[in-house]
């Protein structure tokens, strides 16, 4: 069994993907809610706009801080479009055909992503990587830091939003029902394009710096959302704060066992195992299901 | 949930006959052994997608793991041939029904979950599957349960039966098996689990109050389908002779859905189509100096427009290009005349 | 004959049934109420999508909701929806002997010559093999009616059996449900908004309000009954 100074490292880099798993997951969590659409595109909206930001500053010869917004903005850009575009034919259907849709775009990105750049090693380090400082005997860089502090103030900052503010309480009429609340004269479509573009920003960010933290592959970082995935449903899709704890254990738990050799090589099945479990959990009192016409 | 009828209608089997003859006499002859292994890849898709098209045409339910659970037919069947003597139709079946138990044990459980949440849990089982699998890797002839050796040279290919030798015959082989499972799940599906699932598909209160059980009804779809994806593992596994993770990514899980999507889930002719949108056309592609990336862009334009399209779901309507190709060709083999829209 | 008592359920902080006790007879049994008066949710309790918090169903003998809930069917409970539920894709004939076949009473034959009678006995006169989704209301609720009579049911419950449907239809139905105890010897409870309907096919009815009995006898009495014209009306009686 490694010793406590062997996991110490483990430890940051699972805090810091903890924090971008939980700024995903807290995305997918406020959209779903508002909208019904679990959105299984999002990593790949992600590694795209990573894409983007790195080819504006490797070929364009951007400076860094503008492709980032650049990245960010993609994010909240092509999330908005798509929700426009699918939200009145999906808008009554059940969430497995809204998700199911979701995995075109998943595709599309996929796809566009490969033939665009293709599948050459790549890397993009972000400046706050290289500030790096000691605490004990562990390096800490700011990226890791910016990645868990993110994630935090988002979760937080947005169950604030959702309870303080009239767009946030809209938010959450709509999750309740929409029809009713489109009855009350809430302009739902523009409730549900903010959403989109919110959620879809989270999305850019994360893929920014899931790139620096893992490293900019499309297919991996489009697979990443799984673990987002993974603290959502834990939090049966509904508390932000649990998706944060969830997120945060996930990243943990698949960092800390990497030292351990006996289980290493099965780390990675991480979230997929926790969220079979938290999913199995919630089936446990499932009714047959009434109605497949409703939302 | 509207259900409209299947545009595509084999109505006379003896058109399915001779087509099938045509394929199993005609093509070997014609092609080179590239176009041979890619159109074997074909057949066993088809049998990958028959399987998912019967759980979500026919239920309405969804898998996102059944790349997952043909890697485990797979595994199956590349083990019991190292391991022993057995006949090789006898390792398909034995693959297939492992697969199936191994399935249907999942399924106890997972079929409790609706719509949505049971596609994500079969998502995360398929994940892990597929990093135990990075891990323990396929068995190519080593010691011990898992079978595998690290040593890269010499390993023996998973060996075919003694009538399918060559790629040519293996071809006829692989047809005639996924022939047999196609005509499995067409039997189940025009006698009594059909007429189950179709109730249960439309309005499950209907059908529990008709009497229906609805867990063993879904469980058996779900066990069918394992079944033959396990059967096509088999398949799989002595047509490449080696067997690498790679072989099975789970972008494939999705890429399947895509293509099952688009070649019908309503009826059986739409499995064969989705194994060529996944095996052929990339091949094809490939031969046009075309990028195969395309085909990725493709297939998710593809899922937008069936989903944005059909009227009620998953379990909607055929999608319209591809209901009319599959019109004329059904009216040119002469035997039906076309049919006017469904109401 | 039906028991129920003291019928219960509960769930998110509604009550939709509260100490249901009746007694429905042999014959047809009316069940009414205002909206939301908790009679589909009984059909609901009876078919075993609900859970009752408390409260027990005999029913000629056997204990009801100690039975899982598709095995009710192979008993002999049949039922019909309020939004009609015939399976489109299927034939008619596959939709009556949904119920038949997977009760497995007799051989393939005799089921087949009940799936004929039941057609015959509802007055429908489509070919059996005709998809259910080429059908117009009327055909489709006589398909599901004719589901539920099929083969030797022990009680009926129709929710709304002519909902939508014109007037000759309505009356057709009607007859058809009178038709029903004598031909197949089962308790019919028919839940209907439709007050004509009701005193023409029901002998006896009960009235439900706000998930309780407040009244249950002969249908004309019944109908006639101050706290039952109050609950409808939901003013003071008129003096």
Redesign the interface.
């Known amino acids: 069994m490694p010793s406590w100074q062997d996991f110490q490292p483990f430890i940051v880099t699972g805090l810091a993907l903890g924090g971008v798993y939980s700024l995903s997951g807290v995305g997918m969590v406020v959209l779903y809610r508002t909208t019904g659409v ?1 959105n299984l595109a999002f990593g790949a909206v992600g590694a795209m706009g990573a894409f983007i930001a790195w080819s504006l500053i490797n070929t364009l010869g951007w400076p860094a801080a503008l492709a980032y917004l650049a990245c960010v903005g993609f994010g909240a850009a092509i999330s908005l479009l798509y929700g426009m575009l ?1 939200g009145p ?2 808008a009554g ?5 809204k ?3 979701t ?10 992503m ?2 665009i750049w293709s599948d050459k090693a790549r890397s993009m380090v972000l400046p706050t990587t290289n500030w790096q400082y000691s605490v004990g005997e562990v390096q800490i860089n700011w990226t890791q830091i910016i990645a868990l502090a993110l994630g935090v103030f988002v979760t937080l900052a947005t169950a604030a939003f959702l309870r303080r503010t009239g767009l946030g309480t809209a938010m959450r009429a709509l999750a309740n029902d929409r029809e009713i609340t489109a009855a009350l004269g809430v302009p739902v479509r523009r409730v549900e394009a903010t959403t989109w573009l919110v959620s879809g920003a989270l999305a850019g960010g994360a893929g920014l710096l899931l790139s620096n933290l893992v490293g900019l592959d499309a ?1 991996t970082l489009t ?1 990443l959302v ?1 673990s987002s ?2 603290a959502a ?1 834990i939090a049966r899709l509904r508390s932000l704060v649990v998706t944060l704890l969830a997120g945060v254990v996930i990243g943990l738990v698949n960092a800390m066992a990497t030292p351990i050799f006996s289980i290493s ?2 780390r ?2 991480t ?3 926790l ?2 479990v938290a ?2 959990f ?3 009192h ?5 109605a ?2 409703s939302r | 949930m509207r259900v409209t009828r299947p545009r595509i209608r084999v109505r006379h089997p003896a058109t399915a006959v001779v087509l099938l003859l045509v394929v199993l006499l005609a093509m070997p002859q014609a092609l080179s052994t590239y176009w041979i292994d890619v159109l074997t890849a074909v057949a066993i898709y088809s049998v990958v997608a028959l399987g998912l098209g019967l759980l979500m045409g026919r239920v309405g339910l969804v898998s996102l793991g059944q790349i997952a659970v043909l890697a485990l037919g797979a595994w199956v069947a590349a083990r019991l041939d190292f391991a022993t003597s057995i006949p090789f139709p006898l390792v398909l079946l034995i693959a297939g029904t492992i697969t199936m138990v191994l399935g249907t044990l999942v399924g106890l459980p997972a079929l409790r979950l609706s719509g949505l949440y049971l596609a994500l849990i079969t998502l995360m089982l398929a994940g892990a599957i597929t990093v135990v699998l990075t891990t323990t890797n396929f068995p190519n002839g080593g010691p011990g349960f898992l079978g595998h050796t690290e040593s890269s040279f010499g390993n023996p290919a998973v060996r075919r039966p003694g009538i399918a030798g060559s790629d040519a015959a293996y071809f006829r082989y692989t047809v005639i098996v996924a022939a047999l499972m196609f005509t499995l799940v067409f039997w189940h599906v025009h006698s009594r689990p059909g007429r189950a699932w179709a109730a249960i598909r439309q309005s499950e209160p209907a059908a529990l109050a008709a009497g229906v059980n609805i867990t063993t009804y879904k469980l058996w779809a779900w066990a069918l389908a394992s079944f033959v994806t396990g059967v096509a593992g088999g398949l799989l596994a002595g047509s490449v002779g080696k067997l690498y993770t790679y072989q099975f990514p789970t972008r494939d899980s999705i890429i399947l859905l895509a293509v099952v999507l688009m070649g019908g889930i309503y009826n059986l002719w739409g499995a064969v189509v989705a194994g060529a949108l996944m095996k052929l056309l990339p091949a094809l592609l490939d031969n046009w100096g075309l990028p195969p990336d395309l085909l990725i862009i493709l297939f998710g334009a593809g899922v937008l427009q069936v989903l944005l399209t059909a009227p009620g779901g998953l379990a909607g309507q055929v999608p319209k290009d591809l209901a009319r190709l599959g019109q004329r060709l059904a009216t040119l083999s002469g035997r039906r005349a076309p049919e006017g829209e469904a109401p | 004959m039906m028991e129920v008592a003291g019928l219960t359920v509960r769930f998110g902080g509604v009550t939709p049934l509260d100490g249901m006790t009746v007694t429905f007879d042999s014959g047809t049994c009316g069940l009414i109420g205002p909206n939301g008066a908790g009679k589909t949710t009984f059909f609901n309790v009876l078919s075993g999508f609900v859970r009752p918090l408390r409260g027990n169903v005999r029913a000629l003998g056997d204990d009801l909701l100690a039975m899982p809930h598709y095995k009710r069917a192979r008993w002999g409970l049949r039922r019909t929806f309020q939004t009609e539920q015939a399976i489109e894709e299927l034939s008619v004939a596959d939709n009556v002997a949904l119920a038949h076949e997977h009760s497995r009473q007799g051989s393939r034959a005799s089921r087949r010559a009940d799936v004929r009678s039941a057609l015959a006995f509802v007055g429908l006169e489509v070919a059996p093999h005709a998809k259910v989704e080429t059908l117009g209301a009327r055909d489709r609720r006589l398909v599901e009616i004719a589901r539920a009579v099929v083969g030797r049911p022990r009680v009926v419950l129709l929710d709304e059996p002519a909902a939508g449907l014109p007037d000759e239809e309505t009356e057709h139905v009607g007859r058809v449900i009178r038709g029903i105890p004598e031909h197949t010897g089962a308790l019919v409870v028919l839940v209907d908004h439709d007050m004509s309907l009701v005193s023409a096919c029901c002998d006896t009815t009960a009235v439900l309000d706000f998930g309780k009995l407040i009244a249950a006898g002969p249908t004309a009495e019944v109908l006639r009954d101050e706290n039952v014209v109050r609950a409808y009306l939901g003013t003071e009686p008129v003096s």
């Open positions: 679990l699918t034919s999906l259907r059940d969430p497995l055909v998700a199911a849709a995995i075109g775009l998943a595709l599309m990105l996929l796809g566009a490969s033939w297919a697979f799984i995935l993974a449903l090589s099965y990675d099945m979230p997929f195992v969220a079979a999913l199995l919630l089936a446990r499932q009714q047959i299901s009434f497949r016409r």
